[in-house]
C-alpha cells in the first residue's frame, strides 16, 4: 500500500472513531427541572439548558464529555470540584452544570 493510501485510511479510522465518541446530550425540559426542584428551588429550563451550554463548552474544551447517566449525583459533586479549577469555572456555574446533569432523563 503506498503512502498516500495509508494516509488515507488513517484518517477515515480517526474520522470513524472520533464519531463514536461523541455523546448525544439531551435538551432540558419540565419533567429535568421537577427532578431536581429539591436541589434548588429556583432551578428552570433556562438555569438547565445555561448548565447543557456550559458542560459542552466548557468540559469538552479538554476532553470527551461523559452521559451524564453515567454518574450519580454524588459522583457529578466529586468531578465538578475536582475539574472546577482546570476548567476556570465560577461556582454558579459550576452548580448549573451540576444541575444539567443530575437532571438527566
Excluded: R
Aim: glycine letters at 2%.
Amino acid at each position: 500500500m503506498n503512502l498516500f493510501k495509508k494516509q488515507n485510511l488513517i484518517i477515515a479510522a480517526a474520522l470513524v472513531l472520533s464519531a463514536c465518541g461523541t455523546v448525544k446530550l439531551y435538551e432540558p425540559t419540565e419533567s429535568n427541572v421537577a427532578k431536581v426542584k429539591s436541589k434548588d428551588a429556583a432551578v428552570d429550563v433556562n438555569t438547565l439548558a445555561i448548565g447543557k451550554n456550559l458542560f459542552e463548552t466548557k468540559c469538552s474544551a479538554c476532553h470527551k464529555l461523559y452521559a451524564p447517566s453515567t454518574k450519580t449525583d454524588t459522583q457529578w459533586a466529586k468531578v465538578l470540584d475536582w475539574m472546577q479549577p482546570q476548567a476556570k469555572i465560577t461556582d454558579a456555574e459550576k452548580h448549573q452544570i451540576y444541575l444539567y446533569v443530575i437532571s438527566h432523563p
